[in-house]
């Protein structure tokens, strides 16, 4: 069974960055699109960013300008570089990839802390 590992989480100071990488265990084939979500304590799981196998990408209001998402579609993995972090930013974060062929595949979430 392909599992999809995050990595890159942490504790960090407002105004600082972080980069989230995600990696699946194994093969999964007819990726269209890779993601990232978050939640916080207390609130429902939110999109943070998504970029489509053709590069599109697309971003929550609250991080644009601040995240930018990528992937390697050869490694089938995608990042998420944050910037200017905000303590709102505090969340755990979830690695979502969605193939054509066999459905959503989801990560155990990183922790990301941001003091103020």
């Known amino acids: 069974q392909v599992q999809l590992v995050e990595s890159g989480g942490g504790l960090v100071q407002a105004g600082g960055s972080l980069r989230l990488s995600c990696a699946a265990s194994?093969?999964?084939?007819?990726?269209?699109?890779m993601g990232w979500y978050r939640q916080a304590p207390g609130k429902q799981r939110e999109l943070v960013a998504t970029i489509s196998s053709g590069g599109s990408t697309n971003y929550v209001d609250s991080v644009k300008g601040r995240f930018a998402i990528s992937r390697d579609n050869a490694k089938n993995t995608v990042d998420l570089q944050m910037n200017s972090l905000k303590p709102e930013d505090t969340a755990v974060y979830y690695c979502?990839?969605?193939?054509?062929?066999?459905?959503?595949?989801w990560g155990r979430g990183t922790q990301v802390t941001v003091s103020s």
């Open positions: 194994g093969s999964i084939f007819g990726i269209r699109r």
């Open positions: 979502n990839i969605w193939s054509v062929l066999s459905g959503d595949y």
